[in-house]
């Protein structure tokens, strides 16, 4: 039954690992730069997203077949949806960035970049840590820093955009990188949901 008990917990955790390496992929995307070498970026990402997915069914699979489990069927679903739009985000702010066929980067973007890569990194120490939740005296600091860094980005998000429609003046530019800002704001959100349920197993379990 514990093996089975960790099986969870190691899966939650190496989804994270998944969800910091598409972000730190994501960084060097916006470092390196290059209209030349955008879709082969892309490329590189989907396959993180799809690793992930894969061992987000192996969780499922698992707990179709489980008599019991550690958490409430529906927290592991949950955490499970919340760590693969983590990683979904991430992808999207790629996927975006070639779509629109950007030419040059954004600098404000970078900014925001690096707090995703804080709040996943966040992420996996707390998920780490959710093994021990019922007992852990350091779980509840990983949620309050995730969120923290969640308002962290919200203010890059609104000076980024702020910069954008008072300093350029493109049109197209400002339609362009105001989608990407979104979705990258939305990566932040993205690591707070998960950090949300983390919360909410502690808050009926203990």
Request: charged letters at 35%.
């Amino acid at each position: 039954m514990k093996k089975q008990d960790s099986f969870y917990f190691d899966n939650f955790k190496t989804c994270a690992e998944y969800s910091l390496k598409a972000a730190k992929l994501l960084d060097e995307i916006m470092i390196k730069f290059s209209k030349d070498t955008i879709k082969e970026y892309v490329d590189r990402m989907h396959e993180i997203e799809h690793e992930a997915d894969t061992k987000k069914h192996e969780m499922l699979s698992v707990l179709l077949k489980a008599f019991m489990t550690p958490i409430e069927r529906d927290d592991i679903l949950l955490l499970s949806s919340c760590l693969d739009e983590v990683t979904d985000k991430i992808e999207d702010v790629a996927l975006r960035m070639y779509c629109n066929n950007i030419e040059t980067v954004f600098e404000p973007a970078k900014a925001l970049v690096k707090v995703v890569i804080e709040s996943c990194e966040e992420m996996l120490r707390m998920l780490d840590e959710f093994k021990n939740f019922k007992k852990s005296k350091t779980l509840h600091q990983h949620i309050i820093r995730i969120n923290t860094l969640e308002e962290e980005g919200d203010k890059l998000f609104i000076d980024g955009l702020r910069e954008l429609h008072t300093k350029e003046c493109d049109p197209v530019k400002i339609i362009t990188w105001r989608e990407i800002l979104i979705y990258l704001e939305k990566c932040t959100d993205a690591t707070e949901h998960v950090a949300d349920v983390c919360e909410r197993v502690i808050m009926t379990n203990t």
